[in-house]
């Protein structure tokens, strides 16, 4: 896809880049430049960042939108005030990236690309873990992450714990996270999930620098002590509400296929007699025309 077809792309279908930073002042100039490549539509959120995070996003305040506060208060609550402003602004999509260099600002037009073939869905990006420098941690916090999913979904998921994902902002509606750090990740994946709104993954580049150089705020007890706690409350909410609200949606959506294919049969049979009647008129005047006339 064309640089000048991404940009317009973008403006057509709605879509919002949505940056949550804290403290990655090494990092977060060259994302918003990378992202200004493709679109303006940009959403920075200063999670209460106490390095020069605020004066790098202060060069952008002419061409960006920059939301900040002075107390940091987590992932899930940036990424919920990245989706109000982006609603308040009108725009139908979310593309959410992080801000300290792990994801490829390349991967925007496979994004766009994805979503124009699949309108509705939760678009995620897959992470490979077979990169040399990926921390051990990670990759079993996702295939912990990933199991819980499966069970609360009934849905496998290569990488549950992915930041860069395009969300369909008007099929949730008004679906917020309700927990504040990186559980909310999941948290929002799962109830897309039991919305059954389509959750695909799409591979992307990633990069993992030496551990001498990497800018992480994942702490990883405590922030897999809350996301435990988490799946404590979502897996009793699967039995009560999420594969209820899962079977409705499923058979509400066949009973709309079927009413949209008697529809659409329905046209079409009008269409096949209208013709055919078309036919029957034209023979019946031709065969007037050709009869002989009496003296």
Not at 75 to 81: I, P, R
Not at 154 to 163: E, L, R, V, W, Y
Request: proline share 6%.
């Amino acid at each position: 896809m064309k640089q000048e077809n991404i940009h317009s792309t973008i403006c057509q279908y709605g879509i919002c880049i949505i940056i949550p930073t804290y403290n990655c002042e090494k990092t977060i100039r060259n994302i918003v430049e990378s992202v200004l490549t493709y679109t303006s539509n940009i959403i920075v959120i200063n999670d209460g960042s106490v390095d020069n995070t605020a004066n790098i996003l202060s060069l952008f305040e002419e061409r960006i939108t920059v939301i900040s506060y002075p107390k940091n208060r987590g992932k899930g609550y940036a990424l919920k005030q990245g989706f109000d402003e982006a609603c308040k602004r009108g725009f139908s999509y979310a593309l959410t990236i992080d801000s300290d260099g792990q994801h490829s600002v390349k991967d925007i037009p496979s994004f766009i690309e994805a979503m124009q073939q699949h309108p509705d869905a939760l678009i995620v990006g897959a992470r490979s873990f077979n990169h040399p420098n990926m921390p051990q941690g990670n990759v079993f916090a996702n295939k912990f992450s990933n199991f819980w999913f499966t069970l609360q979904t009934a849905n496998k998921f290569p990488d549950t714990q992915s930041g860069y994902r395009l969300y369909p902002l008007k099929k949730m509606k008004q679906m917020r996270p309700f927990t504040r750090r990186y559980e909310a990740e999941l948290e929002l994946l799962v109830r897309c999930a039991w919305k059954n709104i389509p959750i695909l993954p799409l591979p992307i580049q990633v990069y993992y620098p030496v551990k001498e150089e990497r800018v992480s705020h994942f702490r990883p007890k405590k922030d897999f002590i809350r996301i435990s706690l988490l799946n404590t409350i979502l897996c009793p909410l699967a039995i009560i509400y999420g594969y209820p609200a899962m079977l409705i949606e499923r058979t509400k959506g066949r009973k709309d296929e079927r009413a949209k294919g008697r529809k659409v049969q329905g046209e079409n049979g009008s269409k096949q007699q209208a013709t055919s009647n078309k036919q029957a008129s034209h023979e019946e005047g031709k065969g007037r025309k050709e009869k002989p006339e009496r003296f």
